[in-house]
């Protein structure tokens, strides 16, 4: 019926936080048919496409084709706002950003461009005054952050610096805690490779009380906390 596609928006999105894609896809799908052309259930179909192809943005890791086609269906959202809570704009923005951010690391440096193009534009959007973006900016930040720190030759002590500073903005914007956590850990793994020892362990320390607060820690933020020991303790040795 008409006016449910809220309903079922929210629907799909309690299943895709439970792991459940295939209900998630359905009940977007419900919206749509609700509501054709419904932009937010148009997004997050897309996010589903883009979470199936990503696996961990890296060479070999990565359905690159697949990421391609999500940003074809994230490009074809209209970006307009349904709502004005909505921020249908700067969520397409952060979207196509994200996704050109895993084809770089996947192994497409050439899609660095308008990965940072896409994601200064949700920056920007923010820094304008829309404070409903503070975490989708944080991440915007954090992804700059990851660009950066892929970076080679004479630049990367000073993209490095760069890089540094984007997760520290993140870590400034975000509200969660476990999201400030793996930005810390971004910090320490950066001050150690510039051989900034005691920084890094500062940054350690702040991610693992972070970590501490966090009612269950992901196996990722785990995995990603053991690295960085290993790291800051090699500067250490």
Do not use: W
């Not at 070999?60 to 004005?84: F, M, N, P, S």
């Not at 950066?148 to 630049?155: I, Y």
Request: proline fraction near 4%.
């Amino acid at each position: 019926q008409p006016g449910d596609e809220l309903a079922y928006l929210f629907l799909g999105h309690a299943a895709r936080r439970q792991g459940d894609p295939i209900s998630a896809q359905h009940h977007y799908e419900a919206a749509l048919a609700a509501n054709p052309g419904y932009a937010r259930a148009l997004l997050s179909l897309a996010d589903l496409q883009y979470m199936a192809a990503a696996g961990n943005c890296q060479p070999g890791g990565c359905d690159r084709a697949g990421v391609h086609r999500a940003i074809d269906a994230y490009l074809a959202v209209t970006a307009a706002d349904d709502a004005e809570y909505a921020n249908i704009p700067a969520k397409k923005s952060f979207a196509i950003g994200r996704a050109y951010t895993c084809l770089t690391l996947a192994g497409e440096p050439e899609m660095q461009p308008a990965a940072t193009a896409a994601l200064e534009e949700v920056i920007a959007t923010y820094e304008a005054g829309d404070e409903r973006l503070a975490d989708i900016a944080a991440e915007a930040y954090q992804l700059l952050g990851l660009l950066l720190r892929t970076s080679t030759g004479p630049q990367r002590l000073a993209d490095l610096e760069s890089a540094d500073a984007q997760f520290a903005r993140a870590i400034e914007l975000s509200t969660h805690d476990e999201r400030k956590a793996v930005f810390y850990l971004h910090r320490a793994e950066i001050q150690a490779g510039l051989g900034r020892c005691d920084q890094a362990s500062q940054h350690l320390d702040a991610a693992e009380d972070l970590a501490a607060r966090v009612p269950a820690t992901t196996a990722s933020l785990a995995a990603f906390l053991e690295e960085a020991q290993a790291v800051v303790a090699a500067c250490r040795d």
